[in-house]
């Protein structure tokens, strides 16, 4: 058994077959996600697990290079915005439109989804190199 880190066992499989440059997304709730995409659920009712437990927890156990985030969280979600920004703030964001956010989704190893459902509750994370 692990002793530390990521326990749900989908997780920590994509996270250890991650290489430079590919994608993870943390998404809340009602974000679409493409039948052919992986999607790991780990909501059990809503804002549970809320976005930020679950990104907390990923990025303890990934290296990330660059974080995306829709333009629109900066109006209409406030609140996650500054948290995420405060709490990652040597970590190079990056901001598309929602549009472009759900058109990369393909292109992602998987889609983890929160219990979150406050709006534009997702982030597309560059893997990096710990070297």
Do not use: W
Request: a negative charge.
């Amino acid at each position: 058994m692990k002793k530390s880190g990521i326990l749900n066992r989908d997780i920590a499989s994509v996270l250890s077959k991650m290489g430079h440059t590919d994608t993870l997304i943390i998404a809340d709730c009602g974000l679409p996600v493409p039948e052919d995409t992986l999607c790991i659920d780990v909501s059990v009712k809503y804002n549970f697990p809320d976005f930020l437990t679950v990104l907390d927890a990923v990025t303890e156990d990934m290296v990330i290079e660059e974080m995306v985030l829709a333009k629109q969280m900066k109006q209409s979600n406030l609140k996650l915005h500054n948290s995420i920004k405060s709490t990652y703030s040597d970590l190079p964001i990056q901001y598309i439109s929602h549009e472009e956010l759900k058109s990369n989704i393909k292109n992602a190893r998987a889609v983890i989804r929160t219990g979150e459902a406050t709006p534009f509750a997702n982030a597309i994370l560059k893997s990096g190199v710990p070297f």
